[in-house]
């Protein structure tokens, strides 16, 4: 039985839809259409991005026509609503993702130190969130208090305590959808504790990008036995172009 895997990717504002279909074609001389289409299982994956805490509809800016034109986008509840709508598309066969960096960036972030959050975000229908490089800015135990309380699971292969040297969060994540089984790892960039005011990162420590990445990725796909795994990452395109080379 063969399995093939097509990724198609769209962007709409801060989120990002990931669509790909899966084929276990069966193989012999009387296989038809009709009996391939049974055995073809389409997931769809939602990716939010730097949210920044805005939790209303805010002007953003676009090129079109060769001129700056602004157009009010984002706002969590629109977004919630977008969740809602490719659920029911694909009911069942949906994963949504959060790559970093909700909890900084607003008013209302700000002046609650990210303490709104868990509420709100337990109530997005996220299935899995990674911590970015703004979540540290209120200090590892408010960051912990915060996503720790999302109810949804956190991942994180590259973020330690600093006294004992245990990982913060768990480092990936799985999930099997009718027989297909997909996982997820996430990192952040390892460079925060340089890039921002090291205070916001003590009591943490960041690793790297090299063996251990490369470790982790043999090991989830072979004692987990993913079909698809998927790398969600916080650092950046040339951190990126680094890992995947």
């Not at 990716?47 to 800016?61: K, N, R, S």
């Not at 973020?159 to 089984?181: A, Q």
Request: contains cysteine; aromatic residues 8%.
């Amino acid at each position: 039985m063969k399995f093939n895997l097509n990724i198609s990717l769209w962007i709409l504002a801060v989120l990002g839809i990931i669509s790909f279909t899966s084929c276990n074609q069966v193989t012999g001389g009387n296989s038809d259409n009709k009996e391939t289409a049974k055995d073809t299982l389409s997931i769809t994956v939602l990716q939010t991005a730097d949210i920044h805490g805005q939790l209303d509809p805010h002007p953003e800016l676009f090129w079109e026509n060769e001129q700056i034109v602004f157009k009010e986008r984002g706002g969590l509840a629109n977004i919630k609503t977008l969740f809602k709508e490719e659920r029911q598309k694909n009911p069942g066969r949906t994963v949504i993702v959060d790559g970093g960096d909700l909890i900084q960036g607003s008013g209302y972030a700000a002046l609650s130190e990210g303490r709104i959050f868990p509420e709100i975000i337990s109530n997005m229908g996220y299935d899995v969130v990674i911590p970015g490089n703004w979540e540290v800015v209120y200090g590892k135990d408010r960051m912990m208090d915060i996503m720790t309380n999302y109810n949804t699971p956190v991942i994180a292969q590259n973020m330690f305590h600093e006294e004992d040297g245990k990982e913060l969060f768990p480092p990936y994540w799985t999930k099997e959808i009718e027989g297909v089984k997909i996982g997820f790892i996430g990192i952040n960039d390892p460079d925060v504790p340089v890039r921002q005011n090291p205070i916001f990162s003590e009591g943490m420590t960041f690793s790297g990008i090299e063996d251990e990445v490369k470790e982790l990725i043999t090991s989830v796909k072979n004692e987990e036995e993913v079909d698809v795994l998927f790398l969600v990452t916080h650092m950046g395109v040339f951190k990126q172009v680094d890992l995947a080379n």
